[in-house]
């Protein structure tokens, strides 16, 4: 029996319309002096002015912040926490993707605490609590914005910082379909994708608990269900809905029981080959399930909601393989580590460096170096 003390943080405002609430929502947070961080790459869209255009008509002045990238850096945000050290801001609205949630938290631990990012590796280190934010997802993806996480950069390795604390958990996440509408169609695959793993992979940790298993099975339900439907019919609504509710289940079902091998073996291949999150995972999913199967079976065949029926002749491991290797075919991210272009010697490298990753010590078969590189070379 495992353990647990689970204290909901964050309020989930789910729907179709639900953003149209934020201004209200900031207003009973006792928001006055707002920063709004936003993804650039969904100005376009229309939704960063209509999430202004709220604020203001709720009497909430507002500060833009748009200037960071995919995979934001520790350099991003000191720039963030530059631009809004000045204006006195009294709370933070994160817009976009997985990055404007993730650069809006650094910003805020940095805002309130000083420092650099590099000082809040790890968990609880924020000695005054952060500002209160109110997080709004344009992908259903990482589920930051259902944790206390911000996945930070470093600038010169561009490895992944994990910073946690309590307080950096959004108070309020709004959670609306239509907002993931207007993304391209590989942005909602490698999205959904990066979130199916989080549930396959939280689903089998060493940290796993009875109710992140809850977390971890309802997300794989939602997610698996509706990833198709939104590649075939990006304007399914349903769908929409399933992939960011998944999403969001996924990212709560982490903040209990983390990541593993999945996650170590991408994070290299981002850093080093700069190959998105997404595609990373899905290259290597199938292959970390297979090579974990040895351990995990029953666990994925709990996942797979059939653990009598029908695997007493099959290996489950083998069968979630196989779906996962379907829903890459379906997104279109179905490729392998040469078509990524890397080659069988940049594996001991990569392998040295996906050993080192703090997620891979959740993994439930021990996860080592030579255990990364097998898993690398079944990927080739
Ligand atoms: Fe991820």
């Given at each position: 029996m495992v353990q647990f003390d689970f204290h909901p943080r964050t309020r989930i405002a789910f729907g179709p319309h639900a953003i149209s609430r934020v201004g209200l929502i900031a207003r009973e947070l006792g928001f006055r002096r707002t920063l709004v961080v936003a993804d650039p790459g969904i100005r376009a869209a229309g939704h960063t002015t209509n999430v202004l255009?709220?604020?203001?008509?709720?009497?909430?002045?507002?500060?833009?912040?748009?200037?960071f990238g995919v995979n934001p850096d520790s350099t991003m945000v000191a720039a963030g926490a530059a631009f809004a050290a000045p204006l006195n801001v009294d709370s933070i609205v994160a817009l976009g993707g997985g990055s404007a949630l993730d650069c809006a938290k650094g910003i805020n631990f940095i805002v309130r605490n000083g420092g650099t990012m590099a000082d809040y590796r790890g968990y609880g280190k924020a000695s005054t609590p952060l500002l209160p934010m109110i997080g709004v997802p344009t992908t259903a993806g990482t589920g930051s914005e259902a944790q206390s996480y911000a996945v930070i950069s470093d600038p010169e390795t561009h490895m992944k910082m994990a910073c946690g604390d309590p307080s950096a958990a959004p108070r309020v996440a709004i959670l609306d379909p239509d907002l993931t509408i207007t993304a391209p169609r590989h942005v909602t695959a490698m999205a959904g994708f990066d979130a199916i793993a989080h549930a396959v992979e939280t689903a089998v940790t060493t940290k796993r608990n009875a109710l992140s298993d809850t977390f971890s099975h309802q997300a794989w339900r939602l997610l698996s269900d509706a990833f198709e439907r939104v590649i075939l019919h990006p304007t399914d609504d349903e769908a929409r809905g399933a992939m960011l509710l998944g999403a969001h289940f996924a990212g709560l079902a982490i903040e209990q029981s983390m990541l593993g091998a999945a996650h170590a073996c991408a994070n290299p291949l981002t850093a080093r080959y700069n190959i998105a999150h997404g595609l990373a995972l899905a290259i290597l999913l199938p292959h970390v399930v297979r090579w974990n199967g040895v351990v995990a079976r029953d666990r994925y065949?709990?996942?797979?909601?059939?653990?009598?029926?029908?695997?007493?002749?099959?290996?489950?491991?083998?069968?979630?393989?196989?779906?996962?290797?379907?829903?890459?075919?379906?997104?279109?991210?179905?490729?392998?580590?040469?078509?990524?272009?890397?080659?069988?010697?940049?594996?001991?490298?990569?392998?040295?460096l996906a050993a080192q990753q703090w997620t891979g010590t959740f993994n439930p078969r021990p996860f080592d170096a030579r255990a990364a590189a097998e898993i690398y070379r079944a990927a080739l």
């Amino acid at each position: 029996m495992v353990q647990f003390d689970f204290h909901p943080r964050t309020r989930i405002a789910f729907g179709p319309h639900a953003i149209s609430r934020v201004g209200l929502i900031a207003r009973e947070l006792g928001f006055r002096r707002t920063l709004v961080v936003a993804d650039p790459g969904i100005r376009a869209a229309g939704h960063t002015t209509n999430v202004l255009e709220k604020l203001t008509a709720a009497g909430v002045e507002t500060f833009l912040f748009e200037d960071f990238g995919v995979n934001p850096d520790s350099t991003m945000v000191a720039a963030g926490a530059a631009f809004a050290a000045p204006l006195n801001v009294d709370s933070i609205v994160a817009l976009g993707g997985g990055s404007a949630l993730d650069c809006a938290k650094g910003i805020n631990f940095i805002v309130r605490n000083g420092g650099t990012m590099a000082d809040y590796r790890g968990y609880g280190k924020a000695s005054t609590p952060l500002l209160p934010m109110i997080g709004v997802p344009t992908t259903a993806g990482t589920g930051s914005e259902a944790q206390s996480y911000a996945v930070i950069s470093d600038p010169e390795t561009h490895m992944k910082m994990a910073c946690g604390d309590p307080s950096a958990a959004p108070r309020v996440a709004i959670l609306d379909p239509d907002l993931t509408i207007t993304a391209p169609r590989h942005v909602t695959a490698m999205a959904g994708f990066d979130a199916i793993a989080h549930a396959v992979e939280t689903a089998v940790t060493t940290k796993r608990n009875a109710l992140s298993d809850t977390f971890s099975h309802q997300a794989w339900r939602l997610l698996s269900d509706a990833f198709e439907r939104v590649i075939l019919h990006p304007t399914d609504d349903e769908a929409r809905g399933a992939m960011l509710l998944g999403a969001h289940f996924a990212g709560l079902a982490i903040e209990q029981s983390m990541l593993g091998a999945a996650h170590a073996c991408a994070n290299p291949l981002t850093a080093r080959y700069n190959i998105a999150h997404g595609l990373a995972l899905a290259i290597l999913l199938p292959h970390v399930v297979r090579w974990n199967g040895v351990v995990a079976r029953d666990r994925y065949a709990a996942l797979l909601g059939s653990p009598r029926r029908r695997v007493r002749d099959e290996d489950p491991a083998e069968m979630l393989a196989r779906r996962l290797e379907d829903i890459t075919v379906a997104g279109h991210l179905a490729i392998t580590l040469s078509d990524a272009g890397v080659d069988p010697e940049g594996i001991p490298a990569l392998a040295e460096l996906a050993a080192q990753q703090w997620t891979g010590t959740f993994n439930p078969r021990p996860f080592d170096a030579r255990a990364a590189a097998e898993i690398y070379r079944a990927a080739l």
